[in-house]
Nanobody
């Protein structure tokens, strides 16, 4: 079955960096576009970034453009999100997502940006 397992979250000071990973299995990773979402307390889940199956086309939410970079390794079946210049408002649980007939989600990884 489809499995998505996020890792790499943690506590970081404002201006710091983190790299999230999403290890996948149970589907042909290289055939599907992938997405990172996040959900802050009391807020709806929002799309952060997306990447096409081949990795050549990426899109970002305006709030993270220029600071976050989505990428993928189609050999390792892994999705990444490099997050730089982190702000307190980036604090959220981050989820990777694939739409394969239905939406699949990982368990999420907590990112907390605080001094």
């Amino acid at each position: 079955q489809v499995q998505l397992v996020e890792s790499g979250g943690g506590l970081v000071q404002p201006g710091g960096s983190l790299r999230l990973s999403c290890a996948t299995s149970g589907f042909t990773f290289s055939s599907y576009g992938m997405r990172w979402y996040r959900q802050a307390p009391g807020k709806e889940r929002e799309l952060v970034a997306s990447i096409a199956s081949g990795g050549g086309n990426t899109n970002y939410a305006g709030s993270v453009k220029g600071r976050f970079t989505i990428s993928r390794d189609n050999v390792k079946n892994t999705l990444y999100l490099q997050m730089n210049s982190l702000k307190p408002e980036d604090t959220a649980v981050y989820y990777c997502n694939v739409l394969r007939m239905v939406n699949y989600w990982g368990q999420g990884t907590q990112v907390t940006v605080s001094s």
